[in-house]
């Protein structure tokens, strides 16, 4: 009796102890780095670490990927991952100098360049990450970490609303040192912001961006994180989350407005469209209906509200548009002229502003200065950085993953179809590196796993047509060398071509142009934009052509300015040093020379000008001097005052353009002046860019030369590997003699046929089938067939409907290709096969070879100097 209330202690006594390993599980459940990077962002924001918190959770998600055997990959993983590799070539051509750009050699590029590949890296491990966690990272929690990042977006908005000029240092700003955190690419990315300061006149606010640095990057992920809020808080599984849904909403919508993010609203009413199409679609009029509702009563109250004249004065003054279309046309014109197939790696100062060739920031105009080529848009910064093809890749995949998704009816993959709208109706506005490049994977692992949920719900998903990293990285592995002699192949053909073409020598001259300050009075200034185009006069291309002994095109020479100066700058690039300097030192004499020639014809203007000034005044001074006659003859003195001071101002009217047009006849006339002398630079961008392209071009045609192989596969002689690679185990091997056309067997092989027919009748009932239409597979196969029955019934093919088992033959000749197509094929038709059988032919050496081919040529071969008989 005494045992009895002990009992119910001892239990409670164990867990005491064993609280806190439970505790510690459910903190770091399986998933947790991908929840934690998503729902910790505002701890990372005021730590300093969110530029990089992808980069950090992505190394913990490798190192959880590390434990497994197998690592899925998504379909069209190639494609991706061809794009990584075109992100690795720009690591060649980061010095290489761009058209239209300023030609420095910047050592920054290769830390942005290394933040932006950070990105791609850590968005395509949280993709991996996401496809091989689903059985504990559930796409309820997926979509919920999701919203809490959407939230914490709408937080940080308000925050730019209410104190739009918070400003405080961040941890990891406290914590480095001062010579670090002053460099402004680190200053960006551990600074915190909380607005973005607009200075156009459509708004007289701050545009809100926390916890990002800009505007344009907040309306980018408040895009990309809605459908993930709308999943979670109004899905099936959204509970008492449902209640707080719409007033979250109706919250968010205020800083969306104040942000005056046009891309934004397009791709929230694409993201609107779409999902009343799909619902549409499948039957669910009852969420057509209350999305309708929802977007009227939306519209409504902006409009009602002072909100909506602000949405209308945005669109009725769209200030940037202009400056997007020059930078958009700079940017495909560089990389187009420049480096079209691999691009620029990063991306470059732009040598102007939009509005003149001197233009710059300044005191009185601090934001003068045009953003840099391959800026305002993911579209112009995969075209400029990575080329023509890597932006072919990088819309390949995201582009195959929508029109996949489109196909999938399930909520999870209208999140994963949004997502991905959002991102490309923004790609010409909005770059998406960061947390949003993340967004954008995240939904292409959700369409992953209802795509593999899909095919498992037709019968079609089998373990051996799973993609894997194994299988791109065996890829490799098996067709290293042949990589390796088209990558040698390709740079040397990049190089010859290079070679052939000649090195570029660089010549530059500048010219420094000052003010006409007496002809300037006559409106007769020439700016700095008037001279460039001088500089592409006929005569002067006429004079470099007659320097360098070859015809020169006008738009080969390159005409800039330093900012905010009258500094011209020429510029030429030619294949002779010695013909590049005179080219552009006779540049620089001719615009020189066509200057004055100007400067002299415009001060005959100008004396003419003079002159005509003072014969009119004189001319109107003897008009008054009639009229003080008339009035003195008659004895009238009304008016005469008067007419005594417009003579005197006629007077002095005329005097002073008489001594302008003095001074400007003898006036000496500064047509301007070579500041820095002509020079000459061997450049070797050009062959840079050769050989880059011609390597990365080598690599892509060996990777399809090895794809092509790899479906068609070696001979099955060559494999190392046969079960492995065939993924089927070899159950038997029989000599290629051991059976006459006849179908009988020799003695000295009775042995290998009997162990063949044994090992066969181990596995039945089991039908035989040949892989490949040679004579001999079909004619083993049905051999094997016959005798492994007892029933004698040898049409092997007639039961396969009745018999689940399935062994195929294949001689040592068969490609491995065909032998997995014919094993995937069998088991999509859900059999199993459970061997192969294995005809050996033996493959002759070269010593063999060379003897057939003197014994069938023997008399070809012998020699006698003796003439042969008649």
């Known amino acids: 009796m005494t045992v009895v209330p002990l009992r119910p202690l001892r239990p409670s006594t164990l867990a005491t102890p064993a609280a806190p390993a439970v505790r510690r599980r ?229 800083p969306a407005i104040l942000s005056l993010n046009r ?107 045009p953003p840099a080529l391959g800026t305002q848009g993911q579209l112009w910064l995969v075209l400029y950085s990575q080329g023509v093809l890597g932006l072919v890749f990088y819309l390949g995949f995201l582009g195959a993953w929508l029109l996949r998704g489109l196909r999938l009816p399930s909520p999870a993959a209208t999140v994963g179809v949004c997502v991905l709208v959002a991102q490309v109706v923004t790609l010409p506005f909005y770059d998406s590196i960061g947390i949003s490049s993340v967004a954008a994977l995240i939904a292409v692992g959700l369409l992953w796993r209802e795509d593999d949920d899909r095919r498992a719900a037709a019968g079609h998903t089998d373990p051996s047509d799973e993609y894997s990293l194994g ?103 030619g294949s002779q040093p010695g013909a590049a300097l005179a080219a552009v030192d006779a540049a620089g004499e001719t615009v020189i020379r066509l200057r004055t020639e100007l400067l002299d014809a415009e001060r005959k203007d100008a004396v003419a000008q003079f002159d005509a000034q003072y014969t009119s005044g004189i001319a109107a001074v003897a008009t008054v001097d009639e009229s003080l006659d008339r009035l003195r003859d008659s004895g009238t003195g009304v008016g005469l005052e008067t007419l005594e001071n417009q003579r005197t101002a006629l007077l002095d009217a005329a005097g002073r353009a008489a001594g302008r047009g003095a001074r400007a006849a003898v006036m000496p006339l500064d047509a301007g002046q070579v500041v820095r002398p002509a020079a000459v630079t061997v450049s070797h961008d050009a062959l840079v860019v050769a050989m880059g392209t011609g390597l990365f071009l080598g690599l892509l045609v060996g990777l399809a030369l090895a794809r092509v192989r790899g479906v ?24 290629a003699r051991a059976v006459t056309p006849d179908g009988r067997t020799y003695a000295d092989h009775e042995l290998a046929w009997r162990s063949a027919v044994d090992v066969v009748r181990l596995h039945s009932p089991a039908a035989v089938v040949a892989a490949g239409r040679d004579e001999q597979s079909l004619l083993v196969a049905e051999l094997l067939d016959d005798r492994s029955h007892d029933d004698g019934r040898t049409d092997a093919v007639r039961r396969l409907g009745a018999e689940r088992a399935v062994v195929v033959v294949a001689t040592s000749t068969t490609r491995l290709g065909r032998v997995r197509r014919r094993v995937a094929g069998l088991r999509r038709d859900d059999l199993d096969v459970v061997g192969l059988v294995l005809i050996r032919r033996p493959r002759p050496g070269w010593g063999t070879r060379l003897r057939s081919v003197i014994t069938t040529h023997r008399k070809d071969f012998q020699w006698s100097p003796f003439l042969p008989k008649k």
């Open 26 to 254: 459910r903190l770091l459940r399986p998933g947790w780095p991908l929840t934690w990077m998503l729902v910790g962002f505002p701890l990372w924001w005021v730590l300093g670490i969110s530029s990089f918190i992808g980069h950090l959770a992505a190394v913990v998600m490798v190192l959880e990927l590390a434990r497994l055997r197998r690592i899925r990959v998504p379909r069209s993983t190639g494609t991706w991952l061809l794009f990584l590799l075109w992100v690795i070539a720009g690591v060649l051509v980061l010095q290489v100098a761009a058209p239209h750009a300023v030609p420095d050699t910047s050592m920054g590029r290769y830390i942005s360049w290394a933040y932006r590949f950070g990105w791609y890296a850590s968005a395509t491990v949280a993709l991996v990450y996401i496809g091989n966690m689903r059985e504990h990272l559930t796409t309820s929690r997926i979509t919920r970490a999701g919203a809490a990042m959407f939230l914490t977006v709408v937080a940080g908005g308000w925050l730019g609303i209410l104190m739009p000029h918070l400003v405080f240092p961040s941890v990891l700003e406290v914590v480095l040192p001062g010579s670090l955190t002053h460099v402004e690419f680190i200053e960006f990315l551990i600074h915190p912001e909380v607005s973005q300061d607009y200075a156009q006149a459509v708004a007289s606010h701050p545009r809100p961006s926390a916890p990002f640095s800009y505007a344009n990057i907040w309306g980018l992920n408040f895009a990309c994180f809605l459908p993930f809020f709308l999943h979670a808080w109004l899905g099936p599984d959204a509970g008492w989350r449902r209640r707080l849904a719409l007033p979250l909403l109706g919250l968010a919508t205020v």
């Open 263 to 369: 891309g934004m609203w397009i791709a929230v009413v694409a993201m609107a469209v779409v999902v009343a199409l799909r619902s549409a679609a499948h039957g669910r009029m009852r969420s057509v209906v209350a999305l309708g509702a929802s977007v009227l009563l939306l519209a409504g109250a902006v409009a009602f509200s002072p909100l909506g004249d602000l949405v209308q004065s945005r669109i009725a003054n769209p200030v940037s548009n202009d400056g997007r279309a020059s930078l958009a046309t700079l940017t495909v014109q560089s990389v187009l002229e420049g480096s079209p197939v691999i691009g620029f790696g990063s991306t470059r100062d732009a040598v102007s502003a939009f509005y003149s060739i001197a233009g710059g920031s300044s005191p009185s105009c601090p934001l003068c200065t």
């Open 471 to 573: 299988g791109f990285i065996g890829l490799t592995r098996r067709h290293a060398l042949l990589l390796l002699v088209c990558a040698v192949a390709g740079v040397g053909a990049g190089a010859a071509y290079q070679v052939s073409q000649g090195p570029q020598s660089v010549a530059t001259v500048s010219i420094f142009v000052p003010e006409e300050s007496e002809l300037a009075d006559v409106g007769r200034e020439a700016t700095l934009d008037t001279l460039a185009q001088l500089a592409r006069d006929r005569q002067v291309t006429s004079a470099m052509a007659a320097a360098a002994e070859h015809p020169i095109d006008p738009d080969d020479v390159y005409v800039s300015a330093d900012p905010n100066s009258r500094i011209l700058n020429l510029r030429y690039a």
């Open 712 to 735: 068609v596969g070696a001979p099955l002689a060559r494999v190392r590997d046969v079960a492995g690679s065939a993924e089927v185990p070899v159950i038997a091997t029989l000599p």
